[in-house]
Nanobody
Framework: VQLQASGGGLVQTGGSLRLSCAAS????????MGWFRQAPGKEREFVAV????????DYADAVKGRFTISRDNAKNTMYLQMNSLKPEDTAVYYC????????????????WGQGTLVTVSS
């Protein structure tokens, strides 16, 4: 699966953004997909994951209740709706595909997009 993330930008604290991840490949609807993020000087960390059908999701504690992951298999696209953004959400956000049951671990995934920068100003 090849991935292309978009939708990042500059937003004020409390604002919202929606990230998109366009995927190519005929097996998109069978692939577990996720979002990770990497802040300057920090390790890449898990944000959210969604199963192939879209019926199951999980989130990092830091974003629960504020972020929503979803997918449209007809459009081969995954989304991350981010609300109530905080300065600590500032990072490059990466979409990824192919996660195993150990889905919060970066090494669980075998396909990565190029990343899109989200900057939250205080």
């Amino acid at each position: 699966v090849q991935l292309q993330a978009s939708g990042g930008g500059l937003v004020q604290t409390g604002g919202s953004l929606r990230l998109s991840c366009a995927a190519s490949g005929r097996t998109f609807s069978r692939v577990r997909m996720g979002w990770f993020r990497q802040a300057p000087g920090k390790e890449r960390e898990f944000v959210a994951v969604i199963n192939g059908s879209g019926g199951w999701q999980d989130y990092a504690d830091a974003v629960k209740g504020r972020f929503t992951i979803s997918r449209d298999n007809a459009k081969n696209t995954m989304y991350l709706q981010m609300n109530s953004l905080k300065p600590e959400d500032t990072a490059v956000y990466y979409c990824t595909a192919g996660g195993t049951d150990d889905y919060a671990r970066r090494s669980s995934y075998d396909s990565w997009g190029q990343g899109t920068l989200v900057t939250v100003s205080s």
